[in-house]
């Protein structure tokens, strides 16, 4: 299993607690530094890693040095209603094609931030968020992994007053506000994964449980996603896909609960890790 974190901007190889192996510095500037360059280039960086033979680490780090493992994307495809019981819980019927939305790539931030709360209407949504290595058009369903050079943690947090507010659901804008797309710790590569296609996903704030589902009830599983959207939008090496949030948002709960400065948000899952959310006033 490859470990791969943005460190302050550089892409490293995760060996252990803290420590890693500088891309750029071990591949002699081939790879790297920028954490985007090195899942432009997945195939020949995969190629070059699994001949690569080192001893030790040579990069220490801490959570709060952790940036976005995908830090500029070209395309983040964002799925809505996913999850069957998040689709009751938010009142829509399942829909014939994947309800997409798009996360500006400006909003993504890493693993340990601290995010300000333009209102007092910020939900959460933890999501398993697909990393595109090889990208191609009409990917067909049984090929669709061999497309994915990893995964990660995502927050999709969302501002529900604007995304309620007009005549019809504004999803990309009331997403996409300062650091509403949290993701890491790092992308894991798929291989040694549990089970890719069953993963547990769960969120809590302060140590109590918000979410807890697993990633085999979603909807549209990864395969399909990467089939149906790849039949629209070429993919390509870097993009992202949020695929979407099971059941447990604060917005669907009696009374509605809203993120607030006093809360920590950690969002796990099974096989990847946990990232920390923390929030400020406007
Ligand atoms: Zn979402």
């Not at 490293?12 to 899942?39: C, E, H, K, N």
């Not at 019927?93 to 300000?116: H, I, M, N, Q, R």
């Not at 959460?124 to 990660?152: K, M, N, P, Q």
């Not at 999803?171 to 300062?178: D, G, I, Q, R, T």
Request: proline fraction near 7%; glycine fraction near 10%; include cysteine.
């Amino acid at each position: 299993m490859v470990k791969l974190a943005n460190v302050a901007g550089r892409s490293v190889l995760v060996l252990g607690q803290g420590s890693g192996l500088d891309i750029a510095t071990a591949s002699g500037g081939r790879f790297g530094p920028d954490p985007q360059q090195v899942v432009g280039n997945w195939d020949a960086f995969i190629d070059w890693l699994s001949r690569l033979r080192y001893d030790e680490g040579d990069v220490s780090f801490t959570p709060s040095d952790l940036g976005p493992p995908v830090p500029r994307p070209t395309q983040v495809f964002a799925i809505g209603v996913n999850y069957r019981e998040h689709a009751d819980e938010a009142g829509y019927p399942p829909d014939s094609l994947p309800v997409t939305f798009t996360k500006f790539a400006s909003c993504l931030t890493g693993a340990d931030a601290e995010v300000t709360l333009p209102t007092a209407t910020v939900d959460w949504e933890v999501e398993l968020v697909v990393v595109i290595g090889r990208g191609g058009r009409d990917v067909a369903r049984a090929a669709a992994w061999d497309h994915v050079a990893g995964v990660t943690v995502g927050q999709d947090l969302s501002e529900r007053t604007s995304q309620m507010a007009g005549s019809r659901p504004q999803y990309s804008l009331a997403k996409s506000h300062e650091g509403f797309g949290p993701t890491g710790p790092w992308l894991v590569t798929p291989d040694e994964l549990p089970d890719r296609d069953d993963l547990a996903i769960s969120c809590s704030i302060g140590g109590q449980t918000m979410q807890s589902s697993r990633t085999a009830k979603m909807i549209y599983d990864v395969p399909e996603l990467i089939a149906r959207l790849s039949a629209v939008c070429a993919l390509l090496p870097g993009d992202l896909i949020f695929t979407g949030t099971p059941s447990g948002v604060g917005n669907a709960r009696t009374p509605k609960r809203f993120l607030t400065p006093a809360d920590e948000l950690v969002s796990t899952i099974e096989g990847i890790g946990s990232i920390r959310t923390r929030f400020r006033s406007a």
